[in-house]
């Protein structure tokens, strides 16, 4: 059972990817930002604590993201493995998800800062399912209109020059230092991931 750990910094292609792999596994992708999202979406009382945090940047608190992606993992379609975008963050979250969940695969997209700033100046999102696009490297087949399910696309409202560089700083000081563990775990694999999304796909599904 294929329990994978997608990492790497803002605009890797860590949603891109999941859902790729996701398909040709046939195991759901599961996305900690998208998931938060649509609690602020909903208006939940866990969306109304996310929304402010998420737009700044920062990173919500831990039993806040614990609880929730926890709740999506015991959904039914998770019993056969997933793919898991965004969790965890820093080291109190791995701590206490590591305690219960051995992951088998951890896949770290690797990419520049200077790559990361471009690929989300260009990044389109739909409003309804949250499949992502770019403006120059994943056009919509209708400008404005999702592929997927034909939802508006729109502006991450973090995608902002202010709450790029909070979440790259967040993810060099905090997240990056994880890394370590899975490398000692022997369960780390480095992809490079600035090539075309066909050519990153491509090395990562040559890892199953
Ligand atoms: P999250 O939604 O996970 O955002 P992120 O980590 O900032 O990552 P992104 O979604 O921006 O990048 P991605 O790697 O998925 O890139 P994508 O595939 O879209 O988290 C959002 C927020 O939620 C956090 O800031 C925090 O507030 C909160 N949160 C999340 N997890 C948390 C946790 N564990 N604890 C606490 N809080 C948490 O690709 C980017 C663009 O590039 C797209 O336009 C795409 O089309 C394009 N693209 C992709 N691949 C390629 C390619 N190979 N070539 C050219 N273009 C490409
Ligand atoms: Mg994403």
């Known amino acids: 059972m294929y329990k994978i750990l997608i990492m ?19 195991i759901p992708a599961i996305s900690m930002g998208a998931l938060l ?8 009382p866990a969306g109304q604590r996310a929304q402010a945090i998420l737009e700044s940047g920062k990173l919500v608190s831990d039993d806040l993201a614990l609880g929730v992606i926890l709740s999506r993992l015991a959904r039914p379609d998770a019993a056969k493995g997933w793919i898991l975008d965004g969790f965890p ?21 690797e990419l520049t800062d200077a790559q990361s700033l471009e690929r989300l100046a260009g990044r389109l999102q ?19 209109l999702c592929d997927n399910c034909g939802g ?18 967040i993810y060099h000081h ?27 796909a491509a090395a990562v599904r040559k890892l199953f």
């Open 89 to 109: 963050r820093v080291d109190s979250q791995a701590d206490l998800f590591l305690k219960s969940i051995q992951p088998t695969h951890v896949i770290l997209l």
């Open 174 to 200: 905090d997240t990056e230092p994880l890394l370590a563990r899975y490398e000692q775990m022997g369960i780390l694999h480095r992809v490079d991931g600035s090539g075309t999304v066909v050519e990153v």
């Open 8 to 26: 790497g910094p803002q605009g890797a292609g860590k949603g891109t990817q999941a859902e790729l792999l996701a398909q040709t596994l046939g």
């Open 152 to 169: 508006a696309l729109i502006k991450r409202s973090d995608d902002n020059p202010m709450a790029i560089n909070k979440r790259l700083e």
């Open 126 to 144: 739909c409003s309804v399912c949250q499949q992502s696009f770019h403006e120059l490297y994943l056009p919509p087949k209708t400008p404005g």
């Open 37 to 44: 999202r649509e609690e602020v979406a909903s208006g939940s």
